[in-house]
């Protein structure tokens, strides 16, 4: 059997990121490694993880594109759903998050809207999808 069960993001500062996160989104710190340089957040069905950088180059060898708000972001996203995109969002933006798409209503009546977070990784806000 195959599951998906976390995904893992390289940042500078592991614990300033874990504080973002539990700041912006309500999410709880899972687990950090006693040096800081990887931590975890239960987030519900998937675990959001993230390792420091000169961490993670240990294990790259050839090493990676470094996320940053400098850059445009990766074709990549985090997803959040939430009954509340609109109170979602500001929380994000006051916890430090960039605004990058106000919420919109798609054709299929699902509310989204983006943000990045101080590591520049791209963030979707968005109501639950409505299925039949």
């Known amino acids: 059997m195959l599951e ?7 940042v500078d500062d592991v614990s300033t990121t874990l504080d973002f996160y539990c700041k912006a989104f309500d999410f709880k710190i899972k687990f950090i490694s006693p040096d800081n340089s990887y931590g975890e957040l239960n987030t519900g069905f998937a675990t ?3 390792a420091t950088k000169s961490h993670a180059k240990l294990h790259l060898k050839n090493g990676f594109i470094e996320s940053n708000l400098t850059n445009k972001p990766f074709g990549i996203e ?8 609109e109170a979602t969002i500001n929380q994000a933006i006051k916890s430090g998050a960039k605004i990058v798409e ?3 209503t798609t ?18 806000i968005c109501t639950p999808i409505e299925t039949n």
Do not use: C, M
């Open 4 to 10: 998906f069960k976390y995904t893992i993001l390289y």
């Open 48 to 50: 959001l993880s993230f």
């Open 78 to 85: 985090i997803g959040f759903v939430t009954d509340n995109v």
């Open 102 to 104: 106000h919420p919109v």
């Open 107 to 124: 054709s299929w009546g699902q509310v989204i809207a983006y943000v990045r977070d101080p590591d520049g990784f791209l963030i979707e």
